[in-house]
């Protein structure tokens, strides 16, 4: 493809996945601006307990809807660090499996009071824990491209 058209698909592309996330009512939170930078804050105590702290995140997806939100993220330590997965609280107290990605973690949120607050979360799943029975009730307006 000639490169002048390069920066033409990739508006294209951007518009289209903006156009997606409008059709399904849910928003991603812009880098740098304070609801993302809370609902991270919100998830931190959680993987510091894990993973022990400093913590940051590199986000996969973030979707809010009104007063609920859904977050999947990479945890790493600040600047970029890996964990050592086998050095941390986490590990000692047994939570993670062997053949897990440990630091992949995923958190169903919820605003109460002008805060946002973890209702569940897991790191190393291997599964898709957050698209079964009441969670989908719940929090289908920004998971439901995996609820049945």
């Excluded at 660090?81 to 440990?102: C, K, S």
């Amino acid at each position: 493809m000639p490169r002048p058209i390069m920066p033409a698909l990739a508006a294209a592309l951007l518009l289209l996945a903006a156009a997606a996330a409008s059709a399904q009512g849910w928003y991603e939170p812009a880098r740098g601006t304070p609801e993302r930078r809370a609902l991270m804050d919100a998830i931190r105590p959680q993987a510091e307990s894990l993973f022990g702290a400093p913590i940051e995140f590199v986000v996969g997806q973030l979707r809010v809807a009104g007063d609920i939100a859904f977050a999947a993220v990479q945890a790493q330590r600040p600047g970029g660090g890996r964990i050592d997965v086998r050095r941390t609280p986490g590990w000692a107290q047994g939570y993670f499996m062997e053949d897990a990605d440990h630091t992949s973690g995923q958190a169903l949120l919820r605003r109460r009071g002008g805060q946002w607050a973890v209702s569940d979360f897991a790191f190393g799943a291997t599964d898709v824990w957050w698209a079964h029975g009441p969670l989908c009730t719940e929090f289908r307006p920004v998971i439901a491209d995996v609820c049945n």
